[in-house]
C-alpha cells in the first residue's frame, strides 16, 4: 500500500510543495524568532482565515483572499510593532479586530464554507501542480527578500537599538520582515492549516537556536528541521492514515524537545 501511494502523482505534487514551504518557513522562521515576534505568526495565520472568508463572500478564490489578508496584516503589523515592548499589544489589537471582522464575513457568507474551513487544517496531499508553481514563486520572493537585505535584517532583529543608532532604517526593515513572513504564512497554511502554522514557523527555528548560536548555522538547521517534519509527515501519513499535520507537529516539536534536552545535558 505505502509502495503503491509512494508511485502516485499527487503524492509527489505534495512532498514537492511540503518541500518548498519548509525551506521558507525555516529560513524566515528564525528572523521572527530573533525578533521575539512568534505571536505574529499565530496573528497572521488567522487574519489570513479572515481574508479567505472575506473572499468567499466576494465569490473569490479563498486562497487568494488569504493571501490579501495575510499581506494586509503583515503590512499593518510591521508599522505598528517596531518596538518590542508595543509588539504584543499591537497584535493582539489588531488580531482581535480581524477575528470580528472574519465572524462578520462568515456570517454573511450564505454558502457552504468548506474551502475557508479547509484552511484551518491544512491539505498537503490535496495541492495542485497550478498551486505548486504558486508556491514555488512565493518562495523565491521570500528568499530573494531574505537574501537582498540578509545583513540589515539580521542586524535588526539581533540588536535593534544599536542598529537604530547606527542609522538602519528599522521601520522599513519591520515592515519587510512582517510581509515576507505574512506570504510564507500563507504558503504554510496550504500544507499545515491555520491552526498548526507555527510548528513550520516557529517551531524548527526555536529548535535550531537551542542548537547554535551562529546565525547563518540556525538558519540551515531551522530549514533542515522543516524538511525533515514535512517530509517526514507527509511519508508516516501514508503508512498510518492519520492527519499529515499531527505529523508534521509531532515531529517538529520532537526535534524542539531533543534540542532542549541537549541544552539541559550541557
Same mark, same amino acid.
Given at each position: 500500500?505505502?509502495?503503491?501511494?509512494?508511485?502516485?502523482?499527487?503524492?509527489?505534487?505534495?512532498?514537492?510543495?511540503?518541500?518548498?514551504?519548509?525551506? *521558507?518557513?525555516? $529560513?524566515?522562521?528564525?528572523?521572527?524568532?530573533?525578533?521575539?515576534?512568534?505571536?505574529?505568526?499565530? %496573528?497572521?495565520?488567522?487574519?489570513?482565515?479572515?481574508?479567505? %472568508?472575506?473572499?468567499?463572500?466576494?465569490?473569490?478564490?479563498?486562497?487568494?483572499?488569504?493571501?490579501?489578508?495575510? #499581506?494586509?496584516?503583515?503590512? &499593518?503589523?510591521? #508599522?505598528?510593532?517596531?518596538?518590542?515592548?508595543?509588539?504584543?499589544?499591537?497584535?493582539?489589537?489588531? =488580531?482581535?479586530?480581524?477575528?470580528?471582522?472574519?465572524?462578520?464575513?462568515?456570517?454573511?457568507?450564505?454558502?457552504? $464554507?468548506?474551502?475557508? *474551513?479547509?484552511?484551518?487544517?491544512?491539505?498537503?496531499?490535496?495541492?495542485?501542480?497550478?498551486?505548486?508553481?504558486?508556491?514555488?514563486?512565493?518562495?523565491?520572493?521570500?528568499?530573494? +527578500?531574505?537574501?537582498?537585505?540578509?545583513?540589515? =535584517?539580521?542586524?535588526?532583529?539581533?540588536?535593534?537599538?544599536?542598529?537604530? %543608532?547606527?542609522?538602519?532604517?528599522?521601520? %522599513?526593515?519591520?515592515?519587510?520582515?512582517? =510581509?515576507?513572513?505574512?506570504?510564507?504564512?500563507?504558503?504554510?497554511?496550504?500544507? &499545515? +492549516?491555520?491552526? =498548526?502554522?507555527?510548528?513550520?514557523?516557529?517551531?524548527?527555528?526555536?529548535?535550531?537556536?537551542?542548537? *547554535?548560536?551562529?546565525?547563518?548555522?540556525?538558519?540551515?538547521?531551522?530549514? &533542515?528541521?522543516?524538511?525533515?517534519?514535512?517530509?517526514?509527515?507527509?511519508?508516516?501519513?501514508?503508512?498510518?492514515?492519520?492527519?499529515?499535520?499531527?505529523?508534521?507537529?509531532?515531529?517538529?516539536?520532537?526535534?524542539?524537545?531533543?534540542?532542549?534536552?541537549?541544552?539541559?545535558?550541557?
Amino acid at each position: 500500500m505505502f509502495t503503491e501511494l509512494l508511485g502516485q502523482h499527487f503524492v509527489h505534487t505534495a512532498l514537492m510543495a511540503g518541500a518548498v514551504v519548509a525551506v *521558507t518557513s525555516g $529560513a524566515i522562521g528564525t528572523f521572527v524568532v530573533t525578533r521575539g515576534a512568534s505571536f505574529a505568526v499565530h %496573528a497572521v495565520s488567522e487574519l489570513g482565515f479572515t481574508g479567505a %472568508a472575506g473572499a468567499l463572500v466576494l465569490g473569490i478564490d479563498p486562497v487568494v483572499g488569504m493571501m490579501a489578508g495575510s #499581506l494586509l496584516v503583515g503590512g &499593518v503589523l510591521g #508599522l505598528l510593532s517596531l518596538r518590542g515592548r508595543e509588539r504584543d499589544s499591537a497584535i493582539g489589537a489588531v =488580531l482581535a479586530f480581524g477575528l470580528g471582522i472574519g465572524v462578520l464575513f462568515l456570517s454573511l457568507y450564505q454558502g457552504y $464554507a468548506t474551502e475557508a *474551513t479547509n484552511l484551518l487544517f491544512g491539505s498537503i496531499v490535496g495541492v495542485s501542480e497550478r498551486q505548486l508553481l504558486v508556491l514555488a514563486a512565493v518562495a523565491a520572493i521570500v528568499l530573494a +527578500g531574505i537574501a537582498a537585505a540578509y545583513r540589515p =535584517l539580521l542586524f535588526s532583529s539581533i540588536d535593534p537599538e544599536v542598529a537604530e %543608532a547606527r542609522g538602519v532604517p528599522l521601520r %522599513a526593515l519591520s515592515v519587510l520582515t512582517f =510581509l515576507l513572513l505574512a506570504l510564507t504564512t500563507a504558503e504554510a497554511i496550504q500544507v &499545515v +492549516g491555520v491552526l =498548526l502554522v507555527l510548528t513550520l514557523v516557529i517551531t524548527p527555528a526555536a529548535a535550531a537556536q537551542r542548537l *547554535t548560536a551562529n546565525p547563518a548555522t540556525a538558519i540551515l538547521l531551522s530549514i &533542515v528541521i522543516a524538511l525533515v517534519a514535512t517530509e517526514g509527515g507527509i511519508l508516516l501519513s501514508l503508512q498510518q492514515p492519520w492527519p499529515t499535520s499531527f505529523f508534521i507537529s509531532t515531529i517538529s516539536f520532537a526535534a524542539y524537545l531533543g534540542a532542549r534536552m541537549r541544552t539541559w545535558s550541557s
